[in-house]
């Protein structure tokens, strides 16, 4: 199968390539970019492997959570893109995508998503590696200060993500060794959410265009609610 | 040639698809005034969040009532600025992208050439050159218009644009937001010899408003007359006298100043029915001609994107692939395509 | 520390001379002041000083006006509207907190607690026709902007 994959949600700006299980990733850090960087990422990918858009199966994109901003710049490129070539699209979790990244490059099995939500909170989840060489979640992902994290079942998990760069100390406090070591340079990358959205494509819970959407974790109606 | 035009630079999300041999061929919008009026005022975080959601249902919508498929689409234009940043970045996101994806030209329009353009639209659209009022709640503006790209701004408002003031002054009235129009309404009631409010900046040469004082009359009445109905009336009588008699005798200046024989006049507060009578007087007494886009087009839509993005894509115009949303974005810059 | 200030222009020159002050590491500001105490134009004599050319229009309608001026993000907040610190997600506040930006807040008390601590507080108070500012730094950089501002007249 061919798919092609981005993620702009946090700091990070990716995209990747998926051809038949090999994978190409254009990869840069790169604050307020992403808009800038995006498209030649992909036009480029496509060049390389002498591809259209027209001739891939599936559009895969890191829906978040994450920066609202940049989450909204993947979702709507993703929606232009799937829409324009009339492609089917698995929506990633940034955070799984991360997870996911972690396992590939360490060999972690327990790996603690956490982005830096800003404002004193971490968007938080907590994954395994499963069949096929997938992270799945475990319990929900969430938005919340990094002392009030759910804590994951059991020890031995590696930390991972921009939130453990920002609430190191408040993380290991409230999982109390928990987790054995972290890396707060770790980034969602494309890389990752081609190989979660190839999955997510075979398993036939792809979306179309329309229904391509951020998730935010932080939600407007919650928001109205306190009005 | 037929071009997409995609609106999202504030409140409103307007998609629109027209056609230079044919004209508008379909035009879809979704306003998101009740979203924000529980606060008051546009919340960006909820307008980018509302855009996103609903770009391509309409989309779809236009491209249905136009009986267009991709392949009979020559280019996508979408409003880059000025406007919200969060906003606009959605339109030229899926904009870009969807061009690209369809491979046709992409065009970021600048979001004031477009209500410049709008009356274009129309069955009698004004010839070039034309002076433009600019009027809504977020600018107000005097354009000198000699074509497309073409623009010289003769003078603007110096602080809040003429639909702020009302919208200002309607909530210090009680009368909830937007309260422009709910204004017009009260003031339709009220006692224009009550109360006299200055014409601010009238009495000095230049073409520049400033009307983020009248409120501060608006606040000293109430205060010291109270707020019963009547004075509440009357008040939103002498301000509405005052804005549109400013407009005015600056869209006087502007005829007699440049010498042109047609004056254009868009945006939400062209909607307002005083100002459309003062301005058709005084067009009169110039000899001059009165153009309004139709009133849905006077306020932000994707129709006028859609025009000012053919024009653009006809003369051979292209963004590359990087896009970018400009929420600061001066008209004067622009060239022709 | 406090300053007397006449007449606009004065007010424009003080807030260049503040931008200068901060130099080029972010800075976040809270400014107090009543309706026309001249908030706004203080920002405006700021931006005027990091080189901004446009106009500067107060935030009110927009709840935030953002600038880029070279490489450095300012953001002028008016939080008038909000009607408590959590609805600052609704102005996409998570998205604006980076390192090196520069907040200028107007009625930074709606935004309590969610918003990180000021640098400096200034206050801009009626004499008359003339206005009093007074600046009170809460950080060690804020001490040393309002240091270099009073050093620096």
């Known amino acids: ?227 | 040639m037929r071009v997409v035009g995609i609106e999202t630079s504030c409140d409103e999300t307007g998609v629109a698809i027209y056609d230079s041999a044919r004209g508008l061929l379909a035009h879809a919008l979704h306003s998101q005034v009740a979203l924000h009026a529980e606060y008051g005022g546009v919340v960006p975080e909820l307008a980018s969040r509302d855009h996103v959601r609903k770009v391509l249902p309409l989309l779809r919508q236009v491209m249905n009532q136009a009986d267009t498929r991709p392949d009979d689409i020559g280019g996508v234009a979408y409003t880059a600025g000025p406007g919200l940043a969060g906003a606009l970045l959605v339109g030229a996101a899926v904009g870009r992208s969807l061009a690209w994806a369809w491979g046709v030209p992409a065009v970021a329009v600048h979001h004031m050439e477009g209500h410049l353009l709008a009356p274009m639209l129309e069955d009698d659209p004004p010839a070039f050159p034309f002076v433009a009022l600019l009027v809504s709640g977020g600018h107000t503006q005097l354009v000198r218009v000699d074509g497309v790209g073409r623009y010289t701004i003769l003078g603007e408002s110096l602080d809040d644009a003429a639909g702020e003031a009302f919208d200002k002054t309607a909530k210090l009235l009680g009368l909830g937001y937007p309260g422009g129009p709910a204004l017009a309404r009260l003031a339709q009631r009220g006692d224009p010899k009550r109360f006299h409010f200055p014409r601010p900046m009238t009495n000095r040469p230049g073409l520049d408003f400033s009307f983020s004082g009248l409120k501060t009359f608006a606040v000293n009445s109430l205060q010291m007359q109270g707020g019963d109905d009547q004075t509440r009336a009357d008040i939103a009588r002498a301000f509405q006298d005052a804005v549109v008699d400013t407009l005015a005798i600056k869209c006087r200046r502007a005829l007699q100043q440049t010498g042109l024989e047609r004056l254009v006049v868009s945006g939400g507060v062209s909607a307002n029915t005083a100002l459309r009578e003062r301005l058709g007087r005084i067009a009169g007494e110039e000899g001059a001609q009165v153009f309004y886009p139709r009133l849905e087009f006077c306020t932000d839509n994707g129709a006028m994107i859609a025009y000012a993005g053919c024009r653009r894509v006809q003369a051979g115009q292209a963004e590359p692939l990087a896009f970018f949303a400009t929420p600061r974005w001066p008209l004067d810059v622009l060239a022709p395509p | 520390m406090e300053i007397l200030i006449p007449h606009e222009d004065e007010m424009l020159a003080l807030g260049a001379r503040l931008a200068q002050a901060c130099g080029h590491s972010g800075a976040i500001i809270f400014l107090h002041g009543e309706l026309g105490a001249g908030k706004t134009t203080l920002v405006r004599g700021f931006l005027r000083g990091l080189g901004h050319a446009g106009k500067v229009k107060s935030p009110t309608y927009t709840l935030v006006e953002p600038y880029e001026i070279g490489q450095r993000h300012i953001y002028h907040f008016d939080l008038y509207r909000l009607a408590g610190p959590q609805e600052l997600e609704y102005l996409g506040i998570r998205d604006f907190l980076e390192k090196n930006a520069i907040f200028l807040v107007e009625w930074p008390e709606r935004g309590a607690h969610y918003l990180p601590p000021p640098d400096i507080e200034v206050h801009i108070d009626y004499a008359g026709s003339e206005r009093v500012v007074r600046f009170e730094p809460r950080t060690v950089a804020g001490k040393n902007a309002v240091l270099q501002l009073g050093s620096n007249p």
């Open chain 1, 1 to 227: 199968m061919k798919l092609l994959a981005i993620d702009t949600s946090t700091e990070a700006c990716s995209a990747a390539l998926l051809i038949s299980g090999e994978v190409r990733e254009r990869h840069e850090i790169a604050p307020r970019e992403h808009a800038r960087l995006i498209l030649p990422m992909l036009e480029s990918l496509l060049a390389e492997a002498g591809l259209k858009l027209s001739q891939l199966d599936a559009l895969a994109f890191g829906c978040g959570p994450g920066g609202f901003t940049g989450v909204r710049i993947a979702t709507g490129v993703i929606q232009g893109l799937a829409f324009g070539a009339d492609l089917p699209v698995a929506p990633v979790s940034s955070l799984a995508a991360l997870a996911q990244g972690t396992y590939r490059e360490t060999g972690a099995q327990q790996i603690l998503s956490a982005i830096d939500a800003r404002i004193s909170e971490v968007y938080w989840g907590a994954y395994r590696a499963g069949d096929a060489g997938h992270v799945t979640l475990e319990g929900d992902e969430t938005v919340c200060a990094p002392q009030h994290v759910p804590l994951p079942v059991g020890a031995d998990w590696f930390g991972a993500g921009s939130g453990w760069a920002a609430y190191e100390t408040a993380l290991q406090t409230r999982l109390g060794g928990a987790a054995y070591t972290c890396d707060g340079q770790r980034y969602p990358r494309a890389y990752d959410v081609a190989l979660l959205g190839a999955g997510i494509y075979q398993r036939g819970l792809a979306v179309s265009a329309e229904q391509v959407l951020p998730v935010y974790l932080r939600d407007e109606v919650a928001w109205k609610k306190s009005r």
